[in-house]
């Protein structure tokens, strides 16, 4: 210790052996500040926080330069929740002894961890919230908040002071004595925790009724021959409360069918939209096959319409070149009767069916004229026929006898010749159509017995090729 | 029988983080040996006034 005047060092004496100043006072004023802190320490050891904090704040207030004291202050205020003043202690303290003090260890291990330090300091706001919210009688907001800060900070003390209060105001004296438990688990010489728990203790023991219990019985009382019985009050801010409580219970209910059950009517309406378009696209779906369906028909009647009009065309223009040919063949027999080779070749540049006529005129003209020369030319077109079937010039024997038979329809010679005609020039079917027309006509002569050897043959012939 | 009120008085305010800087400048750390150091310099300098010459022991060195 030195002299406050000289700064020597003091001695046993009460004074100053340097100056002569006296220290007496001075120096029991260190010692009575070191034993506060020796106390507060003591005390600290026991976990007795508020009388540590009490005896070191006496130390400092007697000796502002003893760091130790100082710096244990601060420690105990961190394990009671008070970061801020645990703070404000080391920063004080640091400054007063730069070097060789322990509270620059606990600055720097708390900026170590800058996330846990914003969130004890925002206990401490939310602890003046709670605070502001029980001054204002919002008691559950109060104790909802003090629980979130109980979660964030455990070890806040005058938090959960409050928080046992509160539960014992509204009766809830288990989670009260709960409550102070734990306060004296952190300071167990929290004076504060243990009236709070002798109270809860109190109001809590069978068969005792306190005020605040009454406060919810009836009152009776006689008046003359009638024993009245008044309900008991609720209080002046009971109605604000009822109030209160409806709005927000009408606040509740739009909310829940905001969340609720809009969206589920939404998704109802939703599907049942997406259901009706399923359907007309279904339908639309059938529709369009349908059209498809009819458009192809449509196309194959087009085409059909188009192949008949053209055959139409075809057939009329076969049927007008035969009446024309008709008519030059007449004109030829007509002028030279004898010269049946100029009308024969006019014959046979019409075609084989050109006989059946759609034209009335020209199919009477024609029956007149087969009458007329029919067997002359017939006997023409065999002669020819047969001249060049022995020629071998088959498509020349296949058009003579056509007409040969045409003319003259009872000569089996002429059909036989015609089928092998056809035969040897490769078209079966001609020939057997020819070969069946003489069995069938002609069945008992002899061109009849060879025409089915041969219709045998094709038959053979056409198995083999399968 | 506690007074809900009257208990609910003794709750102050915890300090904020922001208010740190303003309560250590604000505080006043004058501790009782700084008290008794003035008292003690006002006493030797009132018997210094009255006696002549005295003025040299007295006082606090710096």
Same mark, same amino acid.
Do not use: W
């Given at each position: 210790?030195?002299?406050?005047?000289?700064?020597?060092?003091?001695?046993?004496?009460?004074?100053?052996?340097?100056?002569?100043?006296d220290v007496g006072f001075y @120096?029991?004023?260190?010692?009575?500040s070191l034993k506060l802190y020796n106390e507060g320490l003591d005390r600290a050891r026991v976990r007795d926080l508020s009388g540590a904090?009490?005896?070191?704040?006496?130390?400092?207030?007697?000796?502002?330069?003893?760091?130790?004291?100082?710096?244990?202050?601060?420690?105990?205020?961190?394990?009671?929740?008070?970061?801020?003043?645990?703070?404000?202690?080391w920063v004080i303290s640091k400054n007063l002894r730069e070097e060789k003090n322990l509270a620059g260890d606990y600055l720097a291990e708390m900026q170590k961890d800058p996330q846990r330090l914003e969130t004890l300091g925002r206990t401490a706001k939310k602890f003046n919230l709670a605070?502001?919210?029980?001054?204002?009688?919002?008691?559950?907001?109060?104790?909802?908040?003090?629980? &979130?800060?109980?979660?964030?900070?455990?070890?806040?003390?005058?938090? &959960?002071?409050?928080?046992?209060?509160?539960?014992i105001r509204s009766g809830d004296f288990d989670r009260a004595k709960h409550e102070c438990a734990r306060c004296?688990?952190?300071?167990?010489?929290?004076?504060?925790?243990?009236?709070?728990?002798r109270e809860a203790d109190t109001e809590s023991l069978p068969g005792i009724q306190t005020n605040r219990r009454r406060e919810a019985q009836p009152v009776r009382y006689q008046s003359g021959n009638e024993m009245i019985i008044q309900p008991p009050s609720r209080g002046p801010g009971a109605g604000v409360w009822t109030f209160g409580a409806a709005v927000a219970g009408i606040c509740a209910g739009i909310a829940v069918a905001w969340f609720l059950i809009l969206p589920a009517r939404a998704t109802r309406i939703r599907e049942a939209a997406r259901g009706e378009i399923?359907?007309?696209?279904?339908?639309?779906?059938? @529709?369009?096959?349908?059209?498809t369906d009819l458009e192809r028909k449509i196309s194959k009647l087009e085409s059909t319409i188009s192949e008949m009009e053209k055959e139409q065309e075809s057939a009329e223009e076969v049927d007008y070149h035969s009446a024309t040919a008709l008519l030059e063949a007449v004109s030829a027999y007509l002028k030279t009767p004898e010269?049946?080779?100029?009308?024969?070749?006019?014959?046979?540049?019409?075609?084989?069916?050109?006989?059946e006529l759609?034209?009335?005129?020209?199919?009477?003209?024609?029956?007149?004229?087969?009458?007329?020369?029919?067997?002359?030319?017939?006997? @023409?077109?065999?002669?020819?026929?047969?001249?060049?079937?022995?020629?071998?010039?088959?498509?020349?024997?296949v058009k003579n006898l056509l007409w040969a038979s045409e003319l003259k329809s009872d000569d089996p010679e002429v059909l036989f010749i015609l089928g092998r005609a056809y035969y040897r020039s490769g078209d079966n079917g001609g020939a057997r159509e020819a070969f069946e027309k003489l069995v069938s006509d002609f069945p008992d002569t002899k061109e009849a017995s060879q025409a089915q050897d041969l219709l045998a043959e094709i038959n053979n012939t056409v198995d083999q090729t399968d | 029988m506690i007074n809900f009120d009257e208990e609910l008085k003794k709750f102050h305010p915890s300090l904020e983080l922001e208010q740190v800087q303003e309560v250590i400048q604000n505080r006043n750390l004058d501790d009782v040996s700084d008290i008794l150091i003035e008292l003690m310099g006002n006493r030797g300098q009132t018997s210094a006034a009255a006696k002549p010459g005295g003025s040299q022991r007295s006082g606090r060195r710096e």
């Open positions: 210790m030195q002299c406050y005047s000289c700064g020597n060092e003091l001695t046993e004496k009460d004074y100053c052996t340097a100056c002569g100043a @120096k029991n004023i260190h010692y009575l904090a009490r005896c070191l704040r006496e130390s400092i207030s007697l000796n502002k330069n003893n760091i130790d004291a100082r710096n244990l202050l601060g420690l105990v205020y961190y394990e009671t929740g008070e970061v801020v003043a645990a703070l404000i202690e605070l502001r919210y029980a001054e204002q009688e919002s008691y559950d907001l109060a104790v909802i908040q003090l629980k &979130r800060i109980l979660q964030l900070n455990p070890g806040f003390l005058r938090a &959960r002071q409050l928080l046992a209060l509160l539960y004296l688990r952190i300071d167990s010489g929290d004076t504060v925790a243990r009236r709070y728990m399923a359907a007309v696209c279904e339908e639309s779906d059938a @529709k369009s096959a349908q059209i010269d049946l080779g100029t009308v024969s070749e006019i014959l046979l540049g019409m075609e084989v069916d050109a006989p759609k034209d009335e005129g020209a199919a009477a003209l024609y029956d007149a004229f087969t009458d007329m020369a029919g067997e002359e030319l017939a006997e @023409k077109f065999r002669q020819a026929g047969l001249a060049a079937f022995r020629e071998e010039d088959d498509e020349t024997a | -």
